[in-house]
């Protein structure tokens, strides 16, 4: 962890500063909030459902993966859905993001999505604007799916997903500066579902379902055809690099595979260079996906990329087939 995020799950001196800082914070996200409920700000509802699939918590807690596969169950039931993005670290234009996009212009969370290939994957950093856009070029969608909106409030909802990060929760329970909160702990009272990714139950949510990332496959990032498992890798001297929200989970994961390897954390969203990865003595790199398509461009026959996928509670998709067969039916 860097900068503040290393305070924000533990309690120190610096705290007697940040604290007031963050309720301050909460008291305007609030504030906002209130204002679009009492529509003194005002909202926009979409002519198709729209499903939000967020976090209470600044960094990854598992949303995009639960996002592809919401969509790829939507699709197998005869949908037609449509992911909407921020782009964090794009140019913050509406787009399409296409397969040879790149991860600084569109953000490198869109960018793994599109090239999944499950459905259309747009950005914007106007969510309101970019769905738009996407149903005038995609008449047929008939659903959209929102990865990382949950404080969008000018985007109204169908539904909302919170996600959590079952292994760290909520830090020290604080909103940032102090804590990773984006928002209170009670705002999952509000949402029509909680998924803990991992680790442990909230016992405070309700409506919530259990989710697990898992893979074992290998495929090597400049012959994306060539695959291994985790038995191929012994022996070899391995480096593994994370830019994830909470890289030790990649780790971690990577340990139960059997594998010893030297760690590298970096920040969320880290803009790789050739340079950053130039690790002595290594056979192989291992990635996340979502670091790897920043480094497509320079990665050599070492680079080698674990895809996971979510595995979910089945109730869930039925819990989203309810909510967005309302559409419609509610006035704000």
């Known amino acids: 962890m860097t900068g503040l995020e290393q305070y924000w799950y533990r309690l120190s001196p610096l705290h007697l500063i940040l604290l007031p800082i963050s309720l301050f914070f909460c008291a305007l996200s609030s504030l906002r909030r209130l204002l679009y409920r009492i529509r003194v700000f005002k909202s926009f509802r979409l002519p198709v459902p ?21 969509a790829k169950e939507l699709i ?112 999952l009272n509000t949402v029509d579902a909680v998924v803990i990714n991992g680790g442990q139950d909230f016992p405070k949510a309700r409506n919530q379902y259990a989710m697990q990332l898992s893979g074992n496959i290998f495929y090597n990032l400049r012959h994306p055809e060539m695959i291994a498992n985790a038995e191929q890798f012994r022996g070899l001297r391995l480096h593994a690099a994370a830019g994830i929200g909470n890289p030790q989970r990649f780790f971690s994961y990577l340990a139960t595979m059997g594998l010893s390897f030297k760690p590298h954390a970096f920040a969320d969203h880290h803009l790789y260079k050739a340079d950053d990865l130039n690790f002595d003595e290594c056979d192989a790199l291992l990635l996340t996906e979502k670091d790897a398509v920043k480094c497509t461009s320079f990665a050599d026959d070492r680079y080698w990329v674990l895809r996971v996928d979510a595995q979910v509670d089945p109730s869930l998709l039925n819990h989203i087939l309810r909510k967005i067969a309302t559409h419609g039916c509610k006035t704000s």
Not at 50 to 70: D, Q, Y
Not at 135 to 152: A, I, N
Request: aromatic share 4%; hydrophobic share 40%; net charge positive.
């Open 50 to 70: 729209v499903v939000i699939i967020g976090n209470i918590t600044v960094g990854g807690t598992g949303k995009t993966p639960l996002t592809l596969l919401i």
């Open 76 to 187: 197998e039931r005869g949908y037609r859905p449509v992911i909407i993005s921020r782009g964090y670290g794009g140019n913050r234009a509406q787009q399409c993001v296409m397969k040879s996009s790149l991860a600084n212009e569109v953000g490198d969370e869109p960018l793994l999505m599109a090239r999944r290939n499950i459905c259309p994957v747009w950005v914007g950093k106007d969510r309101v604007a970019a769905a738009r856009q996407a149903l005038l070029s995609d008449p047929q969608c008939d659903v959209l799916l929102c990865d990382d909106g949950l404080q969008h409030y000018r985007l109204q909802r169908d539904m909302e997903i919170a996600v959590i990060d079952g292994t760290r929760l909520f830090g020290n329970g604080h909103l940032i500066p102090a804590g990773p909160l984006r928002e209170p702990v009670t705002r």
